[in-house]
């Protein structure tokens, strides 16, 4: 649970899905696997996201953590 910088954090995934309505799958590392954009209310994440949601939980093994990166 994310209780501090969520303002933060909703500014940097808007940058990924701007517009009115975005819809981000993140997996289990922190990946972005899958990204809709469109209207609020009844778009391709629908129709779509319960099978990519489907598809990640399959995957035999998770992708490996990136390396540190520090600015």
């Known amino acids: 649970m994310i209780t501090d ?3 933060d ?4 995934y808007g940058m ?3 517009g009115p309505h975005g819809e ?3 997996d289990r590392q922190g990946y972005i696997r ?3 954009r469109g209207e609020a209310g009844g778009d391709a994440a629908d129709q779509r996201g319960p099978g990519q949601v489907e ?3 399959e995957e035999k093994s998770p992708p490996p953590f990136p390396d540190d990166h520090v600015h």
């Open 9 to 12: 954090i909703v500014a940097t």
């Open 5 to 7: 910088g969520t303002g």
């Open 55 to 57: 598809k990640l939980n």
């Open 34 to 36: 899958a990204i809709w």
């Open 16 to 18: 990924f899905a701007p």
């Open 24 to 26: 981000i799958l993140i």
